[in-house]
């Protein structure tokens, strides 16, 4: 299992789903939620919308996705983690392309980073408020 404490910020940032369920518009239909943090501060870096009825997200999505990463911390990290499960050929194609090295792992490793992230977004999509 991985920590936060184990990274310089910067070094390492994982892409990840956001959501369990679709999140369901009326005009746009249904989408996932990808996520961009970096590992060691646990900051969200970016999120893009894919429609769920793809398996992954699209070049263009990637790129914004990356993109918007940089544009906070102007540089792109040494590796990206994206979990083993999530479908994401074009993300890492985008990642190597800006000289990132992927990792793939397995999410129960990355639960540590993402799990809160997570919650605070079905809290939020919800309507949830905590006391």
């Known amino acids: ?3 936060p404490s184990q990274f310089q910020v910067n070094e390492v940032w994982i892409a ?4 369990d369920a679709p999140v369901v518009t009326e005009a746009d239909g249904d989408f996932n939620v990808l996520a961009l943090m970096d590992a060691a501060s646990c900051m969200i870096l970016g999120t893009e ?3 769920a009825d793809l398996s992954e997200p699209s070049q263009l999505e990637s ?3 990356l993109k918007g990463g940089h544009s906070h911390k102007q540089q792109f990290p040494k590796k990206l983690f994206i979990p083993t499960n999530q479908a994401a050929d074009l993300l890492n194609v985008e990642a190597e ?4 090295v992927v990792v793939r792992v397995p999410e129960e490793q990355l639960l540590s980073f993402i799990g809160e ?3 605070g977004f079905q809290q939020h999509v919800s309507g949830d ?3």
């Open 63 to 65: 790129k914004r996705l």
């Open 1 to 3: 299992m991985f920590d």
């Open 129 to 131: 408020r905590v006391q």
């Open 49 to 51: 919308f894919v429609r």
């Open 97 to 100: 392309r800006n000289k990132i």
């Open 117 to 119: 992230a997570r919650e």
């Open 16 to 19: 990840f789903k956001l959501n």
